[in-house]
């Protein structure tokens, strides 16, 4: 990434620490902005010992004609319980070379393909959803991840913004809205935040932290 330089996060969103039963629970965030990117999203989460959760979304500007990026990886006792990457599109489709970049890809018979949440309709056809049943798979995964974000930075090369206030542009910062407004549908997330610093903090974290809206376009 070019232009790489982090951004301010308020104290009790960044640094996190609780309880959820007798276990304690931590999330570390770190928020970025680059040539290209409005927020680079990393957050690691710790349930005591049995549960790990890395989350990272790659948020594009409007005026760049990129897809967002995005991986989960749910660890139960060091055991890969769930997987996810995607490119997902902010127009009606993938760029068209994105697509044939992902369309080279070769992707492993994954024996545990998970089903896709009710408001999974933001994920591409390219998307991966697994739960890995050995190292092997986990490795493969992790290639995967590797590949997707080869193909997203290596098409950012060769791009230039677009003026904020064109056609394209705006459709892009809706279709990016609408991923928030899907993602904000996810109930496992809300439950399991709420359960540790109660639904107040939770909808606060999940509106500025995890899929805040870009800015307007003017």
């Not at 974000?149 to 459709?171: A, K, T």
């Amino acid at each position: 990434m070019t232009d790489l330089e982090a951004l301010p996060l308020e104290p009790d969103l960044k640094n996190i620490y609780g309880k959820l039963g007798s276990d304690d629970f931590s999330i570390v965030n770190e928020f970025y902005k680059a040539r290209g990117f409005r927020k680079v999203h990393l957050e690691k989460a710790s349930f005591g010992s049995s549960l790990e959760i890395l989350h990272s979304v790659f948020f594009p500007n409007p005026n760049f004609d990129l897809p967002i990026f995005g991986v989960d990886l749910v660890a139960n006792s060091s055991v890969i319980s769930a997987a996810i990457v995607d490119l997902s599109p902010v127009r009606k489709e993938l760029p068209s070379e994105i697509e044939i970049e992902l369309m080279k890809l070769s992707i492993p018979n994954f024996e545990r393909i998970r089903k896709l949440p009710a408001w999974g309709d933001i994920f591409s056809q390219y998307v991966q959803f697994i739960s890995p049943v050995n190292n092997v798979e986990n490795q493969h995964f992790l290639n995967l991840v590797d590949n997707f974000l080869d193909i997203l930075m290596n098409h950012l090369d060769s791009l230039e913004p677009e003026p904020n206030n064109s056609n394209i542009s705006y459709e892009r910062y809706e279709r990016q809205i609408h991923y928030c407004q899907q993602q904000k549908q996810n109930d496992k997330t809300r439950n399991v935040l709420a359960n540790a610093f109660g639904i107040d903090w939770t909808e606060k974290y999940i509106e500025k932290v995890l899929f805040d809206f870009p800015s307007e376009l003017k």
